[in-house]
């Protein structure tokens, strides 16, 4: 999609009054996350890292650098409820395996899981347990 069919998209119409927002970027595209988070109407918070581990394999070498990552954009809309004590901390950077191209790994979905029940994946690639899925793969 371009990015200007990307800000159409009513986002903040399925978002709750208090909740979290995960957008996902390319180093590409990093800079132009931002604008559509904001454009969709969330706060901008931090940025997190998924470290994509390939095994043996060496990564999309480019330029002569590794492009083993991928960057989460954390917003909210309205402040949603603040960390709960006892609970574990989400890591701004982790490692997961890169299991196939574009898709997400299943560690990320499970560290975020405790900050709520209601759920849903846009452009998702498959069905998750607890989540709801919106996406032509699935």
């Given at each position: 999609?371009?990015?200007?069919?990307?800000?159409?998209?009513?986002?903040?119409?399925?978002a709750?009054?208090?909740?979290?927002?995960?957008l996902?970027t390319?180093?590409?595209?990093?800079?132009?996350?931002?604008?559509?988070?904001?454009?969709?109407?969330?706060?901008?918070?931090?940025?997190?890292?998924?470290?994509?581990?390939?095994?043996?394999?060496?990564?999309?070498?480019?330029?002569?650098?590794?492009?083993?990552?991928?960057f989460?954009?954390?917003?909210?809309?309205?402040?949603p409820d603040?960390w709960i004590?006892?609970?574990?901390?989400?890591?701004?950077?982790?490692?997961?395996e890169?299991?196939?191209?574009?898709?997400?790994?299943?560690?990320?979905?499970k560290?975020?899981?405790?900050?709520?029940?209601?759920?849903?994946?846009?452009?998702?690639?498959?069905?998750?347990?607890?989540?709801?899925v919106?996406?032509n793969?699935?």
């Amino acid at each position: 999609m371009e990015l200007d069919e990307i800000k159409k998209m009513p986002i903040k119409d399925l978002a709750k009054e208090k909740c979290w927002i995960f957008l996902w970027t390319t180093q590409k595209y990093l800079f132009n996350a931002k604008s559509v988070l904001e454009h969709w109407g969330f706060n901008f918070l931090c940025t997190g890292v998924w470290e994509k581990t390939f095994g043996k394999s060496a990564g999309m070498p480019l330029f002569g650098f590794r492009w083993n990552a991928e960057f989460i954009l954390i917003g909210y809309n309205k402040k949603p409820d603040l960390w709960i004590k006892g609970k574990p901390l989400i890591p701004l950077c982790f490692q997961a395996e890169n299991i196939r191209h574009s898709q997400k790994p299943d560690k990320f979905y499970k560290m975020i899981e405790p900050l709520g029940n209601d759920r849903i994946d846009i452009f998702a690639r498959q069905q998750k347990k607890g989540w709801d899925v919106w996406g032509n793969e699935v």
